[in-house]
């Protein structure tokens, strides 16, 4: 069964610093791996997708990469913002299924 | 609005009640999706459609939750004899294609269900 773990679970950081959030997962068999963005009270919003076959995939002040054989990922996030703050998950499509598995999520708090 | 709607956004039920809750997908989205997410943790699987069919209801906690899609389009995702246990919010989201083929899930802001 595929587990996937975020760590931090919380981070605070002042602005203009970089961010650094981790993600592993137990089956390294997967279709692609997905970073989600999370405000209060809304959906999530897709920041960043990463095909199985990619080590990397970059937009903006975000980066993540990808090493399926150590089962982990790393979304990185340039000169924070205030309006960075949110909470960020990470969900792989296993090959076994049509499901994506998410972990619990890293809630950040960018300080002005 | 060209985003993945849904109905209502809060629902407050009493205990025992059945309650029905109704994503709009994409249009032209093969592929429709409901999650659980508790508070503080990641949303969980429920059940994947593509196209009429409940391609994977694995996720599915018990026999007291349904979903249908009549029409490949709009998606009803049913909850008999509501427990407190059932209080989340529930995610829909949908994608171009389905299964293993790569394409983003695009979710919608969920329905906070809360059963007193």
């Known amino acids: 069964k595929q587990e996937v773990t975020q760590i931090p679970a919380a981070l605070s950081v002042p602005e203009g610093e970089n961010l650094v959030l981790n993600c592993s997962f137990t089956?390294?068999?997967?279709?692609?791996l997905q970073w989600f963005r999370q405000d209060p009270g809304k959906g999530l919003t897709s920041l960043l997708l990463i095909q199985s076959s990619q080590r990397e995939q970059t937009s903006g002040r975000l980066n993540a990469s990808l090493d399926k054989s150590s089962g982990r990922s790393t979304l990185y996030i340039a000169a924070s913002q205030p309006g960075d703050s949110a909470t960020y998950l990470c969900?792989?499509?296993?090959?076994?299924?049509?499901?994506?598995?998410f972990g619990g999520g890293t809630r950040v708090l960018v300080k002005p | 609005g060209a985003g993945v709607s849904q109905t209502p956004s809060n629902k407050v039920t009493e205990k025992g009640k059945y309650v029905e809750l109704r994503c709009d997908p994409i249009s032209g989205h093969t592929a429709l999706y409901w999650y659980r997410q508790s508070l503080g943790q990641g949303p969980e699987f429920l059940i994947y459609?593509?196209?009429?069919?409940?391609?994977?209801d694995s996720g599915l906690p018990n026999d007291r939750f349904f979903a249908v899609r009549p029409e490949g389009s709009v998606s009803t995702l049913k909850i008999q004899r509501t427990e407190r246990g059932d209080s989340a919010v529930y995610l829909c989201?949908?994608?171009?294609?389905?299964?293993?083929?790569?394409?983003?899930?695009?979710f919608g802001n969920g329905t906070r269900l809360t059963v007193t």
């Open positions: 459609f593509q196209g009429t069919g409940a391609a994977d």
């Open positions: 969900a792989v499509l296993t090959a076994a299924g049509n499901k994506l598995t």
């Open positions: 089956d390294s068999a997967i279709y692609n």
């Open positions: 989201a949908s994608s171009a294609t389905g299964g293993s083929l790569p394409s983003p899930l695009h």
